[in-house]
Nanobody, 121 residues
Framework: VQLQASGGGLVQTGDSLRLSCALS????????MGWFRQAPGEEREFVAA????????YYTDSAKGRFTISRDNAKNTVYLQMNILKPEDTAIYFC???????????????WGQGTLVTVSS
């Protein structure tokens, strides 16, 4: 399984950004998908997850109300819509996949390469 994340960039406080992550080498609908991030000098942390058919989502507290995770099983792609971005959202964002809905939020089996999001104040 390979995961390719894209969509990062430099934005200003209050702006929006949508990250995408395409899965290849596996059957997308068999995987629950997640997003993590790692800020400079910090540990990687969970951001959001979505189950295989998209009817259940999970968010860390800092993402609730601002970020939305979604997926398109026809395109083998998971998205993270990020609104009202803040400087503290600056991080490398990683997508992840796992066949277990619990593990995708804690220790997913598959990781993408990461995409950098920088929010200027």
């Amino acid at each position: 399984v390979q995961l390719q994340a894209s969509g990062g960039g430099l934005v200003q406080t209050g702006d929006s950004l949508r990250l995408s992550c395409a899965l290849s080498g596996g059957t997308f609908r068999m995987y629950h998908m997640g997003w993590f991030r790692q800020a400079p000098g910090e540990e990687r942390e969970f951001v959001a997850a979505i189950n295989w058919n998209g009817d259940t989502t999970y968010y860390t507290d800092s993402a609730k109300g601002r970020f939305t995770i979604s997926r398109d099983n026809a395109k083998n792609t998971v998205y993270l819509q990020m609104n009202i971005l803040k400087p503290e959202d600056t991080a490398i964002y990683f997508c992840a996949a796992d066949a277990n809905i619990q593990d995708v939020r804690i220790r997913p089996d598959h990781w993408g390469q990461g995409t950098l999001v920088t929010v200027s104040s």
